[in-house]
T-cell receptor
């Protein structure tokens, strides 16, 4: 039982490049979330999903897209990376009737 | 303005000593409050969760308190250990499940 995993762990992009971050969970959780964490700020919600095939915008969705084609996977895409997207990205999941979110180890992204 | 404010931003304590971290929030209506521990380079891990009707919750050497009237919470670490060095994040949930995260308190425990 690996919990929540994220790939890659680190990535450096040039401005304008695209990439996809993968989040996978093996706990059969309904809800999945993508956050970004910046110095001096709390985690901010980018997008979330309440089930397979559904996604919704969070607090800071601009510049990101997501997909939830399979229940266990939640993908975060950057179509044209910008330096403002330099951050640490965390994925989380939780069960339908539970309060607690379980977080992945994070992906550190640098956009030059 | 962040609806969850934590203090201090950082603190250094000697191994074996106690410390208390503060969290003030303005989230309303309020559902529950959680404290997470985040080790460097890792994701946050839940320590405690309290609903509005609870005023204290313990997890080993960690004790969280909640005063829903004054919208304040604290996390007390007893007999600190080197492994307690981490960022501690206060997270408040509104009734619709939306989470508001504090910026965290960075704790460094020195030998």
């Amino acid at each position: 039982n690996a919990g929540v995993t994220q790939t890659p762990k680190f990535r450096v992009l040039k401005t304008g490049q695209s990439m996809t971050l993968l989040c996978a969970q093996d706990m059969n959780h309904e809800y999945m979330y993508w956050y970004r964490q910046d110095p001096g700020m709390g985690l901010r919600l980018i997008h979330y999903s309440v089930g397979e095939g559904t996604t919704a915008k969070g607090e800071v969705p601009d510049g990101y897209n997501v997909s939830r084609l399979k229940k266990q996977n939640f993908l975060l895409g950057l179509e044209s990376a910008a330096p403002s997207q330099t951050s640490v990205y965390f994925c989380a999941s939780r069960a339908l009737a539970a309060n607690e979110q379980f977080f992945g180890p994070g992906t550190r992204l640098t956009v030059l | 303005k962040n609806q969850v404010e934590q203090s201090p931003q950082s603190l250094i304590i000697l191994e074996g000593k106690n410390c208390t971290l503060q969290c003030n929030y303005t989230v309303s209506p309020f559902s529950n409050l959680r404290w997470y521990k985040q080790d460097t380079g890792r994701g946050p891990v839940s320590l405690t969760i309290m609903t509005f009707s609870e005023n204290t919750k313990s997890n080993g050497r960690y004790t969280a308190t909640l005063d829903a009237d004054t919208k304040q919470s604290s996390l007390h670490i007893t007999a600190s250990q080197l492994s307690d060095s981490a960022s501690y994040i206060c997270v408040v949930s509104g009734v619709w499940g939306k989470l508001q995260f504090g910026a965290g308190t960075q704790v460094v425990v020195t030998p």
